[in-house]
């Protein structure tokens, strides 16, 4: 049996992809079964979301296969090799980076060439690309003293300001609520005051439509309470846009308008939710940034990584804790007035200078369950998120779903929890209005497929409001008034992209698909017109990323899945602004907080050996 014909049996054993061993087979050919191996196997791993293969697990990575019989006969046909970096470059199919081909090993660590390349573009870019700017400390100070209050312990927003300011390049992290947004508000005043009639042109960008929005709302609303004249507010942005609107997405292809050979038309661009940004796109954005650009990146690191391949945000924040160079603390201490601790070592110097951690959380006291619930899950305590729930907090809820009844109960919450959405649609209103609503209440998954999954419920909300007469759906075809839908493909040409929620509203001349804009407007599309869309009763956690909710509910699956981890768990409950519903077996959660989301990359390496 040739090892093609095994790969396939993987395939049919949901091992492999089609995709992975077609891409082995391309690549490697019959000829070179060990290569064979590893070029499905990175295949795979990319597809899961990896940057790059070690070679320390090309044999251990197979040993998890559920049948051992398959494990075996793989190993044989390939002969098990013992050093497999000698077998890799050996191999056509395989360079160290000085030729083209379609893997690279770099050290122990196999890629696909295009996450080569792309992580080498991102470690450049905030390793030796990212240097000190030149500043006035005098006016500097002077702008962060009227912006940020005086206080008597340190003000890691106004830190989190100076390090932005005085560094081309800059990464503010912080949990919901930590005042990223203040912060850059405040940050980009004192950039405008101090630019004394400079141009300066701002940009503000977000990777879905619904963070744009978040975004453009929360800054504009930031900005108007600062002390700043007409004019200098004048050169202030008042609508961010989606990354792909950003770079300007070719409709029907994969091509961008602005790349390295057309750089965007910008001298600061500020991006947030940056934990959602992929490598590709991360790479695909920094190739268009002009060179002389300003960037400050916003996120919470301690959120799901990106659907896509890499963790760039969390592989860039594992430096924060490392501190501040002696240098650099001095810096900031002269500009704020506050005593800034420096760090240890010598490694990653320039990363770790243009990094700031915001911990202090000004929306979820210690009188919040939410947040109480969030920083025990963080920190993986099993114990310290029961003893949450027990403590009576008013704003959580935990439930089981070990019964029919119990999961009857869950579709009966999520009933009442739209209640106010569903009389709305039943009224002569605003579709803006209607969405508004729709956004008060969420119910989240861990899964896509199954009756914990966003499919199966889905179906059952529909199936419920049918019979409870809260919506008409036609025997033929997926539309009625009310379905509420989100966008899975970006469609430029229509302004729709992917994460995108609109409502199916019938105002008496047929059903149109009414979206929220950036910039506060309303876009109605035809549903024939739509990109590839599913309806959102329910959706994943991942979809949800860039939301909040004033009520949102998180539904666990019965038995333990390695996708229920620390990160989707808190992500879950950040979404929530008031309340929080958790379906979940006490199990399945403890296992979920104690199992951390793995994303293999070299970008750690990378910014070590920067030194």
């Known amino acids: 049996m040739t090892l093609r014909t095994l790969l396939l049996e993987a395939v049919e054993q949901k091992l492999l992809r089609p995709l992975d061993v077609q891409f082995a087979w391309t690549v490697a050919g019959s000829d070179e079964p060990a290569v064979m191996l590893a070029a499905a196997l990175l295949s795979r791993d990319a597809g899961e979301g990896h940057v790059c293969l070690p070679l320390t697990r090309l044999g251990e990575e197979m040993s998890s296969v559920k049948n051992p019989t398959l494990l075996q006969t793989i190993f044989e046909q390939v002969g098990s090799p013992e050093n497999w970096r000698e077998v890799l470059q050996a191999s056509a199919a395989v360079s160290e980076g000085e030729a083209i081909a379609p893997m690279i090993l770099a050290g122990d660590r196999l890629y696909l060439n295009r996450m080569w390349c792309n992580e080498q573009r991102v470690a450049d870019f905030f390793a030796r690309v990212n240097q000190p700017l030149t500043v006035d400390e005098s006016r500097l100070k002077q702008a962060l003293d009227d912006l940020f209050p005086a206080t008597d312990a340190i003000n890691w927003q106004k830190v989190a300001a100076a390090v932005a300011l005085t560094r081309r390049i800059s990464v503010i992290s912080g949990g919901p609520g930590t005042g990223k947004t203040t912060t850059v508000a405040r940050l980009l005043a004192a950039l405008v005051q101090m630019a004394e009639g400079q141009r300066c042109r701002i940009s503000l960008a977000a990777p879905t439509g619904k963070a744009a929005a978040r975004l453009t709302e929360s800054l504009g609303k930031a900005l108007r309470q600062l002390p700043l004249s007409d004019a200098q507010k004048a050169t202030l942005p008042d609508e961010a846009s989606t990354l792909h609107r950003l770079l300007g997405a070719v409709p029907g292809s994969q091509r961008l308008r602005h790349h390295a050979g057309n750089p965007l038309h910008l001298d600061v661009l500020v991006v947030d939710e940056a934990s959602m940004i992929d490598l590709p796109m991360m790479s695909r954005l920094i190739d268009a940034l002009p060179a002389h650009a300003r960037v400050i990146f916003l996120g919470d690191r301690d959120q799901l990584a990106s659907v896509e391949a890499g963790a760039v945000l969390g592989d860039i924040c594992t430096w924060v804790n490392a501190g501040f160079t002696p240098e650099r603390a001095s810096e900031l201490s002269r500009v704020t007035g506050f005593t800034v601790p420096a760090g240890t070592g010598t490694a990653a110097r320039a990363l770790r200078d243009s990094l700031c951690l915001l911990q202090q959380s000004y929306r979820f006291g210690s009188d919040s369950g939410i947040g109480q619930l969030a920083a025990a899950v963080n920190q993986g305590d099993k114990a310290g998120t029961r003893a949450v729930f027990s403590q009576g907090f008013d704003d959580i809820e935990s439930k089981t779903l070990l ?209």
């Open 403 to 611: 019964s029919t009844e119990d999961y009857q109960q869950m579709i009966d919450d999520a009933l009442a929890g739209y209640a106010h959405y569903l009389s709305l649609l039943r009224q002569d209103v605003q579709p803006s209005a209607v969405i508004t609503a729709f956004g008060e209440y969420q119910l989240l998954c861990a899964l896509r497929e199954g009756p914990f999954g966003v499919s199966g419920l889905n179906e059952r909300i529909e199936q419920a409001l049918v019979r409870q007469r809260h919506i008409f759906r036609p025997a033929q075809g997926r539309w009625y008034h009310g379905r509420p839908v989100m966008i899975t493909r970006n469609d430029a040409s229509l302004g729709l992209f992917n994460g995108d929620i609109g409502i199916a509203l019938d105002q008496g001349e047929g059903i149109r698909v009414w979206f929220p804009l950036p910039d506060g407007t309303m876009k109605s599309v035809q549903p024939s017109r739509l990109p590839e869309h599913e309806t959102a009763w329910a959706m994943t956690v991942h979809k949800s990323q860039g939301s909040e909710f004033d009520h949102a509910a998180l539904i666990l699956p019965g038995q333990f899945v390695p996708v229920v981890t620390r990160e989707l768990v808190y992500t879950a409950i950040t979404r929530a602004k008031k309340r929080l519903s958790m379906y979940a077996d006490d199990r399945v959660l403890a296992q979920a907080i104690a199992t951390r989301t793995e994303r293999r990359s070299g970008l750690d390496a990378l910014f070590q050996a920067e030194e």
